[in-house]
């Protein structure tokens, strides 16, 4: 099990910037691909960005350019930098686990984004 506490949202106009960050605990963080999805009210939870334990790295079209994944192993942490933000990245922010690929128990995984934080609210609005 693993267990994510995510921080970092708030209020920002646009053209501002935020660093959403999530904590794991309980297990081994390098063995994770780490996700952070948005849902915005009324609409589908969307997968905004991932990174893998390697460190490679994809992003939503809509977000490409703007916002950054990265992760740091020896801090079982994983950042969401967002810049340029826009009234439409307005959601709640929530970040995800899934097992890795290289995991040994990778084959008695789901294969899905299993593990859940609470979700942090970006809201931007001038």
């Known amino acids: 099990q693993v267990q994510l506490v995510e921080s970092g949202g708030g209020l920002v106009q646009p053209g501002g910037s935020l660093r959403l960050s999530c904590a794991a605990s309980?297990?081994?963080?390098?063995?994770?691909?780490m996700g952070w999805y948005r849902q915005a009210p009324g609409k589908q939870r969307e997968l905004v960005a991932a990174i893998t334990s390697g460190g490679s790295t994809n992003y939503a079209d809509s977000v490409k350019g703007r916002f950054t994944i990265s992760r740091d192993n020896a801090k079982n942490t994983v950042y969401l930098q967002m810049n340029s933000l826009k009234p439409e990245d307005t959601a709640v922010y929530s970040c995800a686990a899934r097992v890795s690929p290289f995991s040994p128990i990778y084959y008695v995984s789901s294969g899905q984004y299993s593990y859940w934080g609470q979700g942090t609210q970006v809201t931007v609005s001038s």
């Open positions: 309980g297990t081994v963080f390098s063995m994770y691909v």
